[in-house]
Nanobody
Framework: QAALVESGGGLVQSGGSLRLSCVSD???????LAWHRQAPGKQREFVAN???????DYADSVKGRFTMTRNSAKNTVYLQMNNLKPEDSGTYYC?????WGPGTQVTVSS
């Protein structure tokens, strides 16, 4: 199974932007990858995914604000997050469906 490592989280003010990265130690060329997030005391929830061809799907709560992309040559997927809101705070995880990264923390202050 792939080992995934997320990065790019941090503290940002409401309305700000962050770009998350997720690197795999194996090829992602034919894989679908997804971002999920979990806020304290809440269940983990789907944020976005991207298939091998590049098509994406997003949770309604992030549509129009988040963009997921992939660079298969670098075995990396990205999550560009704009117009961040306090409710976007949480730990963001990258997954292939079989493997999960350790997560990166995003905190949005109001």
């Amino acid at each position: 199974q792939a080992a995934l490592v997320e990065s790019g989280g941090g503290l940002v003010q409401s309305g700000g932007s962050l770009r998350l990265s997720c690197v795999s130690d194996t090829t992602i060329r034919m894989k679908t990858l997804a971002w999920h997030r979990q806020a304290p005391g809440k269940q983990r929830e789907f944020v976005a995914n991207i298939v091998s061809g590049g098509s994406t799907d997003y949770a309604d709560s992030v549509k129009g604000r988040f963009t997921m992309t992939r660079n298969s040559a670098k075995n990396t997927v990205y999550l560009q997050m704009n117009n961040l809101k306090p409710e976007d705070s949480g730990t963001y995880y990258c997954t292939t469906g079989y493997s999960w990264g350790p997560g990166t923390q995003v905190t949005v202050s109001s």
